[in-house]
């Protein structure tokens, strides 16, 4: 008997010290941190936010700073001259959404992009003065702040200026971005700007104009923006080459508090942006439609899996096209666009034997009624609250019109307007009567900051840059965490694909697909889309562990950075 006890505590212990074979990929992991963290597009962001969690801050205050920090750090998107929306969740559970989207201007009119015969005009919506759309950046920080902030605003925007006083240290993705856009900042601006340049990774790059724009915010507050010089200089530009942005249009601009989609998927409660952004909708339209589906039976991003979010995707972006618009001009049935027989109803159509065509879908019908230069960040502080922030000037640098004597970015937001209902904007979406131009109203968005609950706690703080690939980006990192049992990190770094309705197409990340699955999808009459330097969505994101710590996502596909404590 001894003999027999011995011989299988041996094998218990050569079993435990079996090694790991040599081809075994070791498990990815995120930073983890004990108490609070910021993901963002750049080092110096998050860790100016983590800095102002630990002088006791909240996650309102340390949005404030790190968006503040992104507009210097993180140009090509981060911003003071465009606009976002916030998502939330409280330590007990509360959640709400700030929506501080762009407005189209006053003098705005639905043909302004189009020719006496109806044709549209390539780059005006994009290009130029003509192209911006009233900025929502400093009213949103500030109205956050008056809500929720504990800190007074002036430590939380100081950071912003010493860095922009200081200067940052050009990463190489950065150089790249800003030696590829030259041509157009000369073309945009009647002046040399100074970013119009040869950088080279390694270079201090400094912001002195836009040190002295934070500096009068800092003093005279949100009217600085909005009433004041820089309002001045905003204007007397746009004027100079030939916009149509006022004064007037500047002073009336408010951030709006909305109330955010919530829905369940299983076990999950999802809370994400509304109208005027189309992802809260859209996410919930995608993930109710799988949710009859056992995910259990499918391998990751295997050709079942492709096909049945590939099949979701197409129905709920048909919808987005058609149906969706800003909520305070149009009139959106969204409990019948989240109704669960309506999503059944449209998935009836889809087969595993074949691809349905596009051309064969349409909107659904009710019984009722982005850049892919955008940037994420994601906050959880100690005391439990969550804030999830998207922000954007639309494309690379916006309109790249840079504000003389301003020292910043104007945004490109009126190409997201359908211009001409079914004509594609810069992202291949297309829109209908409900996105059209006209005075004061937001334009459509794919933005979607979302924040995933469990059984009353806080799991995920999730959102992405993109343009139209935003919305699918947070849909797979949601269900590689909670469908596949990733850690944060590891899902970040997974291989994403994307169908948006039009183009009839499955974009496909380069090197992440086996060629057998690839295969299998076209014998089934899908079209890909994989090209080298295709990147969907730069995901930043927070994952509550088990043990109540928390991990985070940093995208390896730019300079993402999480940072905590």
């Not at 996650?59 to 210097?72: G, H, I, K, P």
């Not at 041509?183 to 080279?200: C, E, H, Q, S, V």
């Not at 439609?289 to 991003?301: K, M």
């Not at 999808?521 to 710590?549: H, M, T, W």
Request: aromatic share 8%.
């Amino acid at each position: 008997m001894r003999t027999l006890i011995s011989i299988l505590l041996l094998s218990i212990l050569l079993i435990q010290c079996k090694p790991k074979p040599v081809n075994a990929p070791s498990k990815i992991t995120g930073l983890i941190a004990d108490s609070a963290m910021v993901v963002s597009a750049r080092e110096e962001a998050s860790k100016i936010g983590v800095a102002i969690l630990k002088k006791g801050g909240n996650a309102f205050d340390a949005m404030v700073a790190t968006e503040l920090a992104l507009s210097v750090s993180f140009p090509i998107a981060g911003n003071i001259g465009g606009g976002g929306f916030m998502v939330y969740r409280l330590n007990n559970g509360e959640t709400g959404a700030l929506d501080y989207r762009e407005k189209a201007p006053l003098l705005a009119s639905k043909d302004m992009y189009l020719t006496k015969n109806g044709d549209f005009i390539k780059n005006k919506s994009t290009l130029g003065a003509m192209a911006v759309g009233i900025p929502g950046t400093i009213a949103g920080i500030f109205e956050a702040h008056k809500k929720f902030g504990s800190l007074p605003i002036e430590i939380l925007i100081q950071p912003a200026i010493d860095l922009a006083k200081n200067g940052i240290i050009v990463t190489e993705y950065q150089a790249n971005n800003l030696n590829n856009s030259r041509t157009r900042f000369k073309k945009a601006n009647n002046y040399t700007i100074y970013l119009d340049t040869i950088w080279k990774a390694g270079d201090t790059l400094k912001f002195t104009e836009l040190a002295n724009t934070l500096e009068r915010i800092k003093i005279n507050g949100k009217d600085e923006f909005y009433q004041g010089k820089t309002a001045e200089h905003i204007v007397n530009y746009i004027h100079e080459l030939g916009g149509i942005i006022s004064m007037e249009d500047l002073e009336k601009y408010e951030a709006k508090w909305r109330t955010p989609i919530t829905f369940n998927y299983k076990d999950l409660q999802i809370t994400s942006m509304t109208l005027p952004s189309s992802g809260g909708i859209c996410l919930a339209q995608i993930l109710k439609a799988i949710e009859p589906y056992n995910l259990d039976e499918f391998e990751h991003n295997s050709t079942k899996y492709i096909q049945l979010l590939t099949e979701a995707e197409r129905r709920a972006y048909a919808d987005r096209a058609h149906y969706l618009g800003d909520p305070d001009f149009v009139s959106v049935a969204i409990d019948s666009l989240l109704n669960t027989n309506y999503i059944n109803h449209r998935m009836e159509s889809f087969s595993w034997e074949k691809a349905t065509e596009s051309s064969e879908i349409s909107h659904g019908k009710l019984n009722g009624y982005e850049s892919e230069e955008t940037t994420h960040y994601s906050i959880v502080d100690k005391f439990g609250n969550a804030v999830a922030v998207t922000t954007t000037l639309n494309t690379a640098y916006g309109s790249k019109v840079y504000v003389k004597n301003g020292g910043f970015f104007l945004n490109n937001e009126m190409d997201d307007f359908s211009a001409k209902p079914g004509t594609p904007n810069t992202y291949g979406l297309v829109g209908s009567e409900a996105n059209s131009i006209e005075p004061e109203k937001r334009m459509l968005s794919s933005m979607t900051p979302t924040i995933v609950s469990q059984n009353g706690k806080l799991k995920m703080v999730v959102g992405s840059p993109g343009g139209s690939t935003i919305i699918t980006s947070v849909l797979q990192n949601i269900l590689n965490v909670t469908e596949f049992n990733m850690g944060m990190q590891e899902s970040v770094n997974a291989s994403r694909f994307h169908h948006q309705w039009l183009p009839d197409n499955i974009r496909m990340e380069p090197k992440g697909f086996d060629s057998i699955t690839k295969t299998n999808l076209q014998n089934l009459g899908y079209k890909l889309l994989e090209r080298e330097s295709l990147i969907i969505g730069k995901v930043d994101a927070i994952l509550v562990l088990a043990n109540g710590k928390l991990e985070g996502g940093e995208d390896p596909r730019g300079d993402d950075k999480a940072a905590g404590f």
